[in-house]
């Protein structure tokens, strides 16, 4: 063949594009991580941000129990207090409105009790006929009685008007005090929230910024939902990958993987991809490309020489 023939065959498989099963296997960045671990959570508060004051060590073994993150609660602590405050208060102006109403009550029925007895004299003396006294005094006295009538008319009334103030400002005091329970102990669970506990014993494991990637550290001022922390252990790792747009549609659940790890070098382990994210989204640091999450499962644990946070790489197996 002619040089240039062999030139322009050579040119020619050169542009030509690799077939699916020539390329490589597609090798993705990976971390362990436990399927067990404690997610530590920014919790709720006023303004939706928190301030991180105590943040156990990244890497530290804590115990069930043990403090491994907490919030500055300041603010919350003295919303409690002037809370309850708010309610001691409160309970003195009920206590003394209640005792105000009480009394007027205890006089009310006097004066109920005072016109039921003018109103059996004005009775007798209206009794006593026309002819006996004359006619002036008959008629002043059958006024009196109906003055006395109206007078026992208007002092139940007034009766009845106290004893329903008295129940009313009962009723409104119950609804009160509960209300103001309800407050307390919603301010007292929000200061209790910011501080957290491991759950289980594992090894602490800082989250990072979901914008930045960062690592989250004491002193950091976070939004509430955020993850900043997790308590793992060690019984049931796992491999998180992410899967770039481009790799995605060459990976597949069920596809074989070989896995190495930074920190274990020389080492291979077998494992199998058992998850695989719907949706991708973008990780800052690695440009704008969208990632895929994924799972894999090592065929052997890797029990006592893997710890969450590892960096992983996982080549995906024909």
């Known amino acids: 063949m002619p040089r240039w023939g062999v030139l322009f065959a050579l040119a020619v498989l050169a542009a030509a594009p690799l077939r699916a099963d020539e390329s490589p296997p597609p090798l993705l960045s990976g971390e362990v991580f436990s399927l067990q671990a404690q997610e530590v959570i920014v919790p709720l508060t006023t303004n939706w941000q928190a301030r991180i004051s105590t943040l156990v060590p990244e890497g530290g073994f804590v115990e069930s129990g043990q403090l491994v993150v907490e919030f500055d609660g300041t603010e919350a602590a003295q919303q409690l207090e002037q809370q309850r405050e708010t309610a001691r208060t409160a309970q003195a102006v009920t206590e003394r409105d209640l005792a105000r109403l009480e009394k007027e009550l205890v006089q009310a029925h006097f004066q109920h009790q005072l016109a039921e007895v003018d109103l059996e004299l004005a009775t007798l003396k209206a009794e006593i006929p026309e002819g006996v006294i004359g006619a002036i005094e008959y008629a002043e006295n059958q006024l009196a009685r109906e003055q006395a009538t109206n007078a026992l008319e208007n002092s139940r009334q007034q009766l009845e008007d106290k004893r329903k103030s008295l129940r009313e400002r009962q009723d409104q005091a119950v609804l009160d005090e509960r209300k103001l329970e309800v407050q307390e102990a919603w301010w007292a669970q929000m200061l209790e929230s910011f501080t957290i ?50 790799d995605r549609p060459r990976v597949a659940a069920g596809d074989p993987v070989s896995v190495r790890f930074d920190a274990l070098p020389g080492r291979r382990f077998e ?10 989204s973008q990780r800052q640091e690695w440009g704008k490309a969208d990632y895929y999450e994924g799972v894999v499962s090592l065929a052997d644990g890797g029990e006592g020489e893997l710890l969450p946070g590892m960096s992983a790489l996982v080549e995906v197996l024909p």
């Open 197 to 246: 506990e491991a759950r289980q014993p594992g090894y602490v494991i800082y989250g990072n910024h979901p914008w930045t990637r960062a690592k989250f550290q004491e002193g950091d001022n976070v939004q509430t939902s955020f993850r900043v922390a997790q308590v793992a252990d060690t019984a049931n790792l796992a491999v998180k990958v992410w899967i770039n747009g481009v």
């Open 271 to 280: 494992g199998q991809i058992t998850e695989l994210s719907d949706s991708g």
